[in-house]
């Protein structure tokens, strides 16, 4: 139980990868707060699944910072500190690269609003309770898109790339009190992958060197990994893309 007795707050964590590190980080000790902007019955339901005691669910719209500040509040009076933000909660949707006018302004807006200031915002708040322990940790999750700019779309692919930016900035900020990592995975089998045609999945599945999408049971565990044995990494992206960039 190398996580025994931790708070961990994740965003969007009623979905596909939130569901897998909160289940994950549960197993192994943990207390979570689970955050989410509108599935709320997903998320009261997940907290009563989890292994332990001491969950709970949490509206956390990552756009909205008046909220993120009372929810810090809420979050000291609950549990006294916070030691792990992960900051998952993230929107996109497909658009050609070559389609610009299919990217419009608020799709643009929407996706740095929530992928690139939400997770500043949170860090924002909850720095106080970040400090407040033995060290606090933030795992942002990115995307290869952020490196390779291949992704469901341009602005997506950017706002990755700025929070990996936004982690190193951060780490260098916020040493050594908070070590702050970016998580970077490959296409994952989550809703937003899942339905889409089988024939484009096997090509994606065959296109990686390990012949496969990673699983939100494979984020999950890098996620644990850097919280408990990944101790002198800060500011550094980690991939799990099964090698994906190498082809």
């Not at 990994?225 to 992206?237: E, M, P, Q």
């Given at each position: 139980?190398?996580?025994?007795?931790?708070?961990?707050?994740?965003?969007?964590?009623?979905?596909?990868?939130?569901?897998?590190?909160?289940?994950?980080?549960?197993?192994?000790?943990?207390?979570?707060?689970?955050?989410?902007?509108?599935?709320?019955?997903?998320?009261?339901?997940?907290?009563?699944?989890?292994?332990?005691?001491?969950?709970?669910?949490?509206?956390?719209?990552?756009?909205?910072?008046?909220?993120?500040?009372?929810?810090?509040?809420?979050?000291?009076?609950?549990?006294?500190?916070?030691?792990?933000?992960?900051?998952?909660?993230?929107?996109?949707?497909?658009?050609?690269?070559?389609?610009?006018?299919?990217?419009?302004?608020?799709?643009?807006?929407?996706?740095?609003?929530?992928?690139?200031?939400?997770?500043?915002?949170?860090?924002?708040?909850?720095?106080?309770?970040?400090?407040?322990?033995?060290?606090?940790?933030?795992?942002?999750?990115?995307?290869?898109?952020?490196?390779?700019?291949?992704?469901?779309?341009?602005?997506?692919?950017?706002?990755?790339?700025?929070?990996?930016?936004?982690?190193?900035?951060?780490?260098?900020?916020?040493?050594?009190?908070?070590?702050?990592?970016?998580?970077?995975?490959?296409?994952?089998?989550?809703?937003?992958?899942?339905?889409?045609?089988?024939?484009?999945?096997?090509?994606?599945?065959?296109?990686?060197?390990?012949?496969?999408?990673?699983k939100p049971e494979d984020v999950a565990q890098a996620?644990?990994?850097?919280?408990?044995?990944?101790?002198?990494?800060?500011?550094?992206?980690?991939?799990?893309?099964?090698?994906?960039?190498?082809?």
């Open positions: 139980m190398d996580l025994e007795n931790q708070v961990v707050f994740i965003t969007g964590g009623a979905g596909g990868l939130g569901r897998a590190m909160c289940h994950e980080f549960a197993s192994n000790g943990a207390c979570l707060i689970i955050g989410y902007r509108e599935s709320a019955a997903a998320a009261e339901t997940l907290a009563g699944e989890l292994k332990g005691s001491g969950h709970s669910a949490k509206e956390a719209p990552v756009e909205n910072s008046r909220r993120l500040a009372s929810l810090a509040d809420e979050i000291e009076s609950e549990y006294g500190r916070l030691d792990i933000l992960i900051n998952n909660a993230g929107i996109t949707r497909f658009v050609a690269h070559d389609d610009l006018d299919g990217l419009d302004d608020k799709l643009i807006d929407e996706i740095f609003r929530t992928n690139w200031r939400g997770a500043f915002a949170c860090v924002r708040a909850f720095r106080s309770l970040l400090d407040a322990g033995a060290g606090g940790l933030v795992i942002n999750i990115s995307s290869i898109a952020g490196a390779t700019a291949m992704g469901s779309n341009i602005a997506y692919c950017a706002s990755k790339a700025a929070m990996n930016a936004m982690t190193m900035s951060l780490a260098r900020a916020l040493a050594p009190r908070i070590r702050v990592v970016s998580l970077s995975p490959g296409l994952a089998e989550t809703d937003f992958v899942t339905g889409l045609d089988q024939s484009w999945w096997d090509e994606q599945s065959q296109r990686t060197p390990l012949q496969r999408l990673a996620a644990r990994a850097i919280a408990t044995s990944l101790k002198f990494s800060n500011g550094c992206i980690i991939p799990v893309d099964g090698g994906r960039p190498l082809t």
